[in-house]
């Protein structure tokens, strides 16, 4: 069963944010992983340093 997102208003999430939120919907440490992966190297998921906002490279 998946759970259902919460939308917020905050639009500035950590490292750390991302990886609980997606840990919550996967079974085990190598699919979060994975998800993580996926979601920076698709560009999906951006960091911001200084206020710009920068593409994670995943090798």
Do not use: P
């Amino acid at each position: 069963m998946k759970k259902n997102l919460k939308k917020s208003n905050r639009s500035n999430y950590s490292l750390g944010d991302l990886i609980v939120a997606v840990s919550s919907y996967t079974k085990n440490n190598r699919e979060t992983v994975a998800a993580v992966a996926d979601l920076l190297e698709s560009g999906r998921v951006r960091f911001s340093s200084q206020g710009r906002k920068i593409r994670a490279r995943v090798y």
